[in-house]
């Protein structure tokens, strides 16, 4: 297209739609809805890096980004609500910070998109097809925790020349518990 053709084309729309080219559409504020397992207090340093990122990025909060936040208060058996209540208010995207968040997450919605992260073993749980192409609604990442033992374990005994033994405290009820014990 010859510039002169251009330049007919675009005036043209211009006249064919008066204001059109004026005035400018509204931007959609990008709606994130995110949902932890523990008390507000408990995750708020936690919570703060993850909204200081988004300032980092440029996000303004209330502004140019919305959040909305749910806290099951330790309480598992609240999340599929909280993670209902999050999928109506129409989110752009979902944001699970646990393992536990991440399953009631994807049972509560196949289409928004669902971020993981702080994940110990999503592919050995089923909660995606591979860490390389999840697929569905889902990415993020995994800290890996499962392939990790080991390491750990032998970490723990270049610190500590004499260990004989080694105790992990953790929650039976959380989901990838079972694969510690």
């Known amino acids: 297209m010859k510039r002169r053709e251009f330049i007919t084309l675009i005036g043209s729309t211009a006249v064919g739609w008066p204001g059109a080219t004026c005035a400018q ?3 959609k504020v990008p709606h994130v809805g995110i949902l932890w397992i523990l008390f507000a207090s408990a995750v708020a ?6 909204r200081q990122g988004l300032r980092e990025a440029g996000y303004v909060e209330g502004q140019t980004i919305a959040i909305d936040a749910r806290f099951a208060e330790g309480k598992v058996e609240l999340l599929a609500g909280l993670a209902e209540e999050l999928v109506r208010l129409e989110v752009d995207v979902l944001v699970a910070p646990s393992t536990a968040s991440l399953r009631v997450l994807k049972q509560a919605t196949a289409t928004i998109p669902i971020v993981m ?3 110990s073993d999503p592919v050995g749980l089923g ?6 192409r999840p697929g569905g609604n889902i990415t993020g990442f995994s800290n890996l925790t499962v392939e990790q033992v080991g390491k750990n374990v032998e970490l723990c ?4 020349p004499g260990l004989s033994q080694l105790a992990v405290l953790l929650n039976p ?3 990838d518990a079972a694969w510690v014990c």
Do not use: G, H, M, T
């Open 173 to 175: 009820s959380a989901p």
């Open 45 to 50: 340093p936690l919570y703060e890096a993850f």
């Open 157 to 160: 005994k270049e610190a500590i």
């Open 127 to 132: 909660l995606v097809a591979s860490l390389r």
């Open 117 to 119: 992260a702080n994940v």
């Open 25 to 27: 559409q509204p931007r």
